[in-house]
Each structure stands twice: as C-alpha cells, then as structure tokens.
C-alpha cells in the first residue's frame, strides 16, 4: 500500500498541488487528504476520485508486463519508435489501444 500512497504524493506534487488544493479537486479535505497520503487504506471508489483528481487513472498491470510498462511510462516521446511516413502498416500506439498485447497474444 506504501508504493501507492508514494506514488499519489508523487503525482500531487508532480501537477504542483498542495494536499489543500485536493479539497477543490475531489472534495477531500487537507486533513482527509493529508492522513490517507501518510498512511491510509482508501476505499476503491476513493481512490478514483484521487486519481481523477490527478488527472490519472488506475490500472491493474500483470506482473509479467510491468517492466514494458514501467519502460513506456519512463521513455521520453522522442524515444518511443516512430513509424517511418509513407509505411503502409499502421500501428496503433499504446494510447490509442491500451490494451494492446497485454496477454500476449496480438499478432
């Protein structure tokens, strides 16, 4: 649950918030916010308003795909592979199909 939680503070401070500015986001007060930020347990529906909040979304990750993930979530746009014009075979994009791949089965 830590990672979580350090990752939500992660987030909040990546955007440039306060642990107040959640209260006008999703309604959560500082004290709410600050105590389930340091050490909380928040329900399911919670923590979609959060990562709504944060402009995130929550996804559930098989364990075996998790590097691949965390590799697109850390590459730059530049260093993702771009498809050379004039190619006839399109390729959909990992926001374009999140879904892609996951089970290993796409062709």
Known sequence: MSDLLQQLKKRRLALGLKQSD???RV???RQQYQRLEAKGN????TLTLIAKGLNSEIMLIPK?????VL???ESTDNELPQQSPGT???TKTLSDDPWQDLLGDDQ
């Open 42 to 45: 928040p329900r399911l529906d």
């Open 22 to 24: 959640m209260m006008r």
């Open 64 to 68: 075996e795909k998790l590097g691949a």
């Open 71 to 73: 590799a697109v979530l």
């Open 88 to 90: 006839a075979k399109v």
């Open 27 to 29: 309604g959560i007060s």
